[in-house]
């Protein structure tokens, strides 16, 4: 490894002036006010982008991450919110300068992931979930289903739409219409032989079940990031502790396909978003799933 060259006495003294002038400042008292995320590609001013945070989650950080945020309501219908959370599902609303606080809070585990994938006109995967391996059975609010081998995923699509509140120069401002729906990749559609066309967005509707009836509807005008974390349903994210899980019955095998549902089954949530589909010392592993609209200022039909 190359030594490093000693900086120089006038580089040495610049930089004491810098700092110098740094801490004497009018506002050296007062910390920077957070700032949103800058988009992971420039010009990305409509759309959508996504992270994804792999965190150890045994000491409840995420709960201490985003209690400040609990009150903060969710650009969506509020009966939509609850049907996520009642599947596993939780949604939360924290501001674009927020993001990167609440991440800093949290032991993420690997790099952190970001993607921009802008105006999305069919569904597109946003997240994948873990593979299900021999099939699973899954708690919904509606009873216990049976999902064949495949991988659990999130869809989006998003569009901008006009805002007829507000004007920007005799225009109307631009609104982010943000769709989330669940689905199960099933295995063997994944592995059937590929048609002559190559397929295009469209198809991702035909890669297994789909959940229509767990749309998410979000109208986003940029101040708000969506945050999705897998859970169950009654997880109390006030409590400075996780609360213990019930234990499993010992005759019951939550990885087996075969004879009658077992108590207690994860939540759609839960397989997707958390280790409980690998093993069950790893049910604290979360992902946590952050979606941030770029709304554009006003609304263009047709960009010039």
Same mark, same amino acid.
């Given at each position: 490894?190359?030594?490093? !060259? ?8 610049? $930089? ?37 945070? @792999? @965190? ?5 950080? $995420? #709960?201490?991450? $985003? ?8 650009? #969506? ?19 674009? #300068? ?44 509606? %009873?216990? =289903?049976?999902?064949?081998? %495949? ?36 295995? !063997? ?14 198809? #991702?509707?035909?890669?297994?079940? +789909?959940?229509? !009836?767990?749309?998410?509807? $979000? ?10 974390? %897998? ?35 994860? +939540?759609?949530?839960?397989?997707? =978003?958390? %280790? ?8 604290? +592993? ?14 263009? =039909?047709?960009?010039?």
């Amino acid at each position: 490894m190359p030594l490093r !060259r000693p900086a120089t006495p006038l580089l040495a003294a610049a $930089i004491l002036a810098a700092a110098l002038s740094a801490c004497t400042g009018p506002n050296s008292g007062n910390p920077p006010a957070p700032v949103a995320p800058a988009p992971v590609v420039r010009g990305s001013e409509s759309g959508i982008e996504v992270a994804l945070w @792999v @965190v150890d989650d045994r000491e409840a950080a $995420i #709960a201490a991450a $985003i209690r400040a945020h609990l009150d903060r309501p969710v650009p #969506a219908p509020p009966d939509q919110v609850r049907l996520w959370r009642a599947n596993g599902l939780h949604v939360f609303a924290i501001p674009p #300068a927020a993001v990167e606080e609440v991440r800093s809070a949290l032991p993420v585990l690997g790099p952190v992931q970001r993607q921009w994938l802008g105006l999305l006109s069919e569904w597109a995967e946003v997240v994948k979930g873990p593979d299900l391996g021999p099939g699973r059975y899954a708690g919904l609010d509606s %009873g216990v =289903l049976r999902l064949e081998p %495949g991988r659990l995923r999130v869809l989006a699509r998003c569009w901008n739409v006009p805002d007829l509140t507000r004007t920007v120069e005799s225009t109307p401002a631009a609104l982010l219409r943000l769709e989330l729906m669940p689905q199960l990749v099933e295995s !063997r559609r994944r592995d059937a032989p590929a048609p002559l066309a190559e397929p295009g967005p469209a198809a #991702a509707l035909h890669a297994g079940l +789909t959940f229509p !009836r767990l749309t998410l509807s $979000i109208t986003a005008d940029g101040a708000d990031a969506i945050v999705i974390v %897998g859970a169950p349903p009654d997880h109390d994210w006030t409590l400075a502790s996780p609360p213990p899980r019930p234990e499993t019955p010992r005759d019951a095998d939550p990885a087996s396909p075969f004879g009658p549902p077992p108590p207690g089954a994860p +939540t759609l949530g839960e397989l997707m =978003l958390t %280790g409980a589909p690998i093993s069950a010392a790893a049910e604290t +592993t979360r992902v946590v799933l952050v979606v941030l609209p770029r709304v554009a200022q006003r609304f263009e =039909l047709i960009r010039n």
